[in-house]
């Protein structure tokens, strides 16, 4: 599927909304995803990111905006769409953009990152968003060719702190660096507030995902807030 510079234009400033439902987890659907994909989109969601290949595929249908696909596969080191394999099944699933994992960690496959977007780039018409847990991350995600970068792993990688919101700081030091790939701010956006100085550290857009379609997680919030 085919985004074009002017569709990924359209998306600055814009608010990005995860769908997913965990292992096990009531919702884990791929038509009540989509369901919540489109009630997203009315809310006024620029883009969809969601993970497997149904969701895509079912996404796909229920919206008219950019879908960003992902494949999670285990849930320690590389697991956010680990290798190419991974990534071109997603994309042929009909994503637009393929979110893969963006560290500097070995992956399952042998590739490195940047013959992983040479991959993706040579068998697809999709962009790569590399979910990145550092600036040196982004820094080599940018290198490898990525066409989008996320905070998405700030937190989960060991190399940053696990900060209670979004990792503002690490979105302000990629901004500043300036390296001409639009920066997404994912991971631990809770407030619409917080959506807010994301943009304004300098994120090109911003996905929210939890705090919106995870309501497991939010009525837990609310319980515990009455304890
Ligand atoms: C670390 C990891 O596995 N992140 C995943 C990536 O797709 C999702 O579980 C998150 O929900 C998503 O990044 C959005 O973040 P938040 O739900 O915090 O708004």
């Given at each position: 599927?085919?985004?074009?510079?002017e569709?990924?234009e359209?998306l600055?400033?814009?608010?990005?909304v995860?769908?997913?439902?965990?292992?096990g987890?009531?919702?884990?659907?791929?038509?009540?995803?989509?369901?919540?994909a489109?009630?997203a989109?009315?809310?006024?969601?620029a883009?969809?990111r969601v993970?497997g290949?149904?969701?895509?595929?079912?996404?796909?249908?229920a919206?008219?905006?950019?879908?960003?696909?992902?494949?999670?596969?285990?849930?320690?080191?590389?697991?956010?769409t680990?290798?190419?394999?991974?990534?071109?099944?997603?994309?042929n699933?009909?994503a637009?953009?393929?979110a893969?994992?963006?560290t500097?960690?070995?992956?399952p496959?042998?590739?490195?990152?940047?013959?992983?977007?040479?991959?993706i780039?040579a068998?697809?018409h999709a962009?790569?968003?590399a979910?990145?847990g550092s600036?040196?991350?982004?820094?080599?995600a940018?290198?490898a060719?990525?066409d989008?970068i996320?905070?998405t792993?700030?937190?989960?990688?060991?190399e940053?702190?696990?900060?209670d919101?979004?990792?503002?700081?690490?979105?302000?030091?990629i901004?500043?660096?300036?390296?001409g790939v639009?920066l997404?701010a994912?991971g631990?956006?809770h407030t619409?507030?917080?959506?807010r100085?994301?943009?304004d550290?300098g994120?090109?857009a911003?996905?929210?995902?939890?705090a919106i379609t995870h309501?497991?997680t939010?009525?837990?919030?609310?319980?515990?807030a009455?304890?």
């Open positions: 599927m085919i985004l074009t510079p569709d990924l359209a600055r400033g814009h608010l990005i995860s769908c997913q439902a965990y292992p987890e009531p919702m884990r659907d791929p038509r009540t995803m989509a369901q919540i489109a009630a989109v009315t809310g006024g969601a883009a969809i993970q290949l149904a969701d895509v595929q079912f996404t796909r249908s919206v008219e905006v950019p879908v960003i696909g992902l494949w999670k596969d285990g849930h320690d080191g590389v697991f956010i680990p290798t190419l394999r991974h990534a071109l099944a997603v994309a699933a009909g637009h953009v393929v893969i994992d963006g500097r960690r070995q992956r496959d042998g590739l490195t990152l940047a013959q992983t977007v040479a991959g780039h068998e697809s962009l790569v968003m979910d990145c600036f040196d991350d982004a820094a080599a940018v290198e060719g990525a989008l996320g905070t792993l700030s937190g989960y990688t060991g940053r702190p696990k900060t919101g979004p990792d503002l700081e690490l979105v302000e030091q901004a500043a660096a300036g390296f639009p997404i994912e631990r956006l619409p507030a917080q959506a100085q994301s943009l550290a994120a090109f911003v996905v929210v995902g939890t309501p497991a939010i009525t837990g919030w609310f319980a515990e009455l304890k």
